[in-house]
């Protein structure tokens, strides 16, 4: 019996899992012109930072208040991204956002300790590093445009 109960906890943990990959292989264009695309892209920024958050915000609480500030700047345009994706309501899309970045960050933080164990650091031999740089593009490309529209108002 617990055996059984052991499998079920893996075969069910595994369902929830999302695939960890690497951001960076796209560029602003080819994610501004397909939203299934944004949409994974901004979960995934969103899930890293809030995941680094996690794991360095008692021994560097400065370090991850900005980790964190980048998670929360990125996370509505997620929500908005889904909206339109499922052609849905807010409420239905920030709902379904909020528990998918949940079991991404989780994935994360666990592919980070993993990472952390095995190499004595978390991002060495991982693409994350690079990962947290495109994520801040992402960022930057966002607030230009933001800045832009304003002014063209």
Known sequence: MKKLIIILLFITTSLHAE?????????IQE?????KLTY?????CVS???????????????????????????YPFGVLVLKKI????????EKEYYFSIDNL???????IRENGAVNKSFFKGTFLGDDL???NEI??????????????E
């Open 48 to 74: 890293m930072n809030s995941a680094v958050t996690e794991i360095i915000k008692k021994e560097y609480p400065d370090l991850a208040k900005e980790f964190f500030e980048t998670a929360n700047y990125l």
């Open 86 to 93: 499922k052609n849905t309501n807010h409420q239905e899309a």
């Open 139 to 152: 960022r930057g490309a966002i607030e230009i445009s933001i800045t832009h529209s304003k002014k063209s």
């Open 31 to 35: 994610i501004l012109g397909d939203d």
């Open 105 to 111: 960050t989780n994935d994360y933080v666990k592919f």
């Open 133 to 135: 740089n495109f994520c």
């Open 40 to 44: 994974k892209i901004i979960k995934g």
């Open 19 to 27: 695939k960890i990959e690497r951001l960076g292989f796209y560029n």
